[in-house]
């Protein structure tokens, strides 16, 4: 395909100038779209753009890095909780899934935070029936640009293109196979890193990127979305401010760690209940739970159990307890200055559904509404379930069979208004492509309902 082995750049601009000319065939082409990944893909992608009289926006997207040698990926992750991981890395270096979660759930923060700063108020481009240039400064292992690809493949475009000016050759390999074309300037071997490939690689501020697309917007405004329009999967729409306070509540001598998450005005709050294994750290819950931030929603995230209680396998499996711990968690919250009066709503996970069932049935009406993703309900007890009156949504993947079933006959004890909703093509933990992102809109949907006039 003619490619420059070993081809070097005087600096971004430079290389998406380049990088255009093989792009020539879409150039003012009505349909197509630019998406650079920030930060250093946004000089790239505007020249891109520039050179072709395209409309230019931004993919955030942000890399999973080592501990202490943030330039090595173990993954990366996007808008409403999308991830993918090196499994080969992770598997030989031993990285401890604490780690990853905890990794996961900061990145995540981090890509809602750029989204904010960066798009405003501007909504995200409509990406159905488009062709969709995916640009960033670089390619090294591909993760981040795996993450870009699924997230867009999930808007339907009718074509999807990555272009980047230099790439290794493994990973070009692994990305073309993914995608309708990709356009590499220079595939080095050895590759050693993006930055060694140009003359200069200066670190980009977020200021910079701002400036770079408020003229880049200024000159070329892409259309906003048409109501009914697809949107890019995970975009905030409110650009609603957030604050994040990081939480202890003392239960009979034991300190549970929790992040509470509080929208402006708030018009109600979601309690979550864990599943086995998981915590406050769980990078499904904290996707949902922005998302019921973006829709004015406030969300805590709270660890049932303490880690030397984690150790004990038996108490992730105890309903009672968690259900007594969710129940302290909610005292809490009646009693909190920033969510005393609102309506309350339960979303559990696994066992967590079942404790946030049995809570509903003890506390009556003071329940708004709850939700279950992938839960076990039926864990709650025939009993417990024939007594919740909180108007309940039970969500489960096409693919978890058992689970199905089970949730099924707990949905048939419940004398509540009710819902059951089947994924389809969804596994156990929602991990493929829109999966999470449909939970996260039935979760919000749902509760917004149960949440009206209650304030």
Not at 32 to 44: E, K, N, Q, S, T
Not at 430 to 455: D, H, N, Y
């Amino acid at each position: 395909m003619g490619i420059a082995t070993f081809q070097r750049f005087k600096n971004r601009a430079d290389a998406g100038r380049l990088l255009a000319r093989r792009l020539a065939r879409y150039a003012r082409h009505g349909d197509a779209i630019v998406l650079a990944l920030p930060r250093g893909g946004v000089p790239v992608g505007v020249a891109v753009a520039a050179a072709l009289g395209l409309a230019c926006d931004v993919l955030v997207v942000r890399k999973l890095g080592f501990p202490l040698q943030e330039e090595l990926a173990m993954g990366a992750v996007a808008s409403g909780g999308l991830r993918v991981l090196q499994e080969d890395v992770l598997r030989a270096f031993h990285v401890p899934a604490a780690l990853i979660e905890a990794a996961t759930r900061r990145e995540l923060r981090e890509v809602a935070r750029r989204e904010r700063q960066y798009r405003r108020d501007r909504p995200a481009p409509v990406l159905r029936g488009r062709t969709v240039i995916l640009v960033d400064d670089g390619v090294a292992t591909g993760a981040t640009m795996r993450v870009a690809v699924q997230l867009v493949r999930q808007a339907h475009p009718k074509r999807l293109v990555i272009a980047v000016p230099v790439c290794a050759q493994e990973a070009r390999v692994q990305l073309g196979a993914l995608v309708d074309e990709c356009v590499c300037l220079s595939v080095p071997q050895p590759f050693r890193a993006v930055g060694a490939w140009y003359g200069n690689f200066e670190q980009i501020s977020d200021a910079e990127v701002e400036t770079m697309l408020r003229d880049c917007w200024r000159e070329a405004p892409a259309a906003s979305a048409a109501p009914g329009a697809e949107q890019m999967p995970g975009e905030a729409r409110t650009g609603a401010a957030m604050e994040e306070q990081l939480i202890k509540i003392d239960v009979d001598g034991v300190q549970l760690d929790g992040v509470l998450m509080l929208p402006a005005k708030p018009k109600g709050v979601v309690l979550f209940a864990h599943g086995s294994g998981s915590g406050r750290l769980s990078p499904r819950n904290n996707a949902v739970a922005s998302a019921l931030c973006e829709a004015g929603m406030a969300a805590l995230l709270l660890d049932l159990l303490n880690p030397q209680e984690e150790k004990d396998f038996y108490n992730r499996f105890d309903i009672t307890l968690l259900t007594q711990r969710l129940g302290k968690a909610a005292d809490w919250l009646a009693h909190h200055d920033a969510t005393r009066g609102l309506p309350l709503g339960l979303f559990g996970a696994s066992t967590g559904a079942a404790a946030a069932l049995q809570l509903a049935a003890w506390r009556g009406t003071d329940i708004a509404a709850v939700v279950s993703r992938g839960g076990r309900p039926d864990m709650a007890g025939r009993p417990a379930l024939e007594q919740v009156r909180a108007p309940t949504l039970l969500i489960v993947g096409g693919l978890d069979n058992d689970v199905i079933d089970l949730n099924r006959m707990a949905f048939s004890a419940l004398h509540s208004d009710k819902q059951l909703e089947v994924i389809n093509g969804a596994g156990h933990l929602f991990e493929e492509p829109g999966a999470l992102q449909a939970v996260a809109a039935l979760a919000t949907s749902w509760f917004s309902r149960q949440f009206v006039g209650k304030v």
